[in-house]
Nanobody
Framework: QVQLVESGGGLVQPGGSLRLSCVAS????????MSWYRQAPGKERELVAD????????NYADSVKGRFTISRDNSKNTVYLQMNSLKPEDTAVYYC???????WGQGTQVTVSS
């Protein structure tokens, strides 16, 4: 069975940093392009970043470009999202997803507040 498990969320002050992790199982991770999404209360789920299977191509939403970095370690079946210079508007549940497939994790809560 496909499983994606996100972790690393929490409460952080504005300007702070968090590193999210997503551990995958049940499919060939090294062949899979992956994405991070987020959803704030009352809002649509939005794409934050994605990364190619080899990790050589990365894309970001304009709202996070320059602050967030997506990466992966195929030896660990893990995709990461390093989040720096966090803003209150980054507050959301963050989800891991395999591109082009209906594979989602359970999400991890990120709250940015002073």
């Amino acid at each position: 069975q496909v499983q994606l498990v996100e972790s690393g969320g929490g409460l952080v002050q504005p300007g702070g940093s968090l590193r999210l992790s997503c551990v995958a199982s049940g499919f060939t991770f090294s062949s899979a392009a992956m994405s991070w999404y987020r959803q704030a209360p009352g809002k649509e789920r939005e794409l934050v970043a994605d990364i190619s299977s080899a990790g050589d191509k990365r894309n970001y939403a304009d709202s996070v470009k320059g602050r967030f970095t997506i990466s992966r370690d195929n030896s660990k079946n893990t995709v990461y999202l390093q989040m720096n210079s966090l803003k209150p508007e980054d507050t959301a549940v963050y989800y891991c997803k395999r591109q082009f497939y209906g594979y989602w994790g359970q999400g991890t809560q990120v709250t940015v507040s002073s």
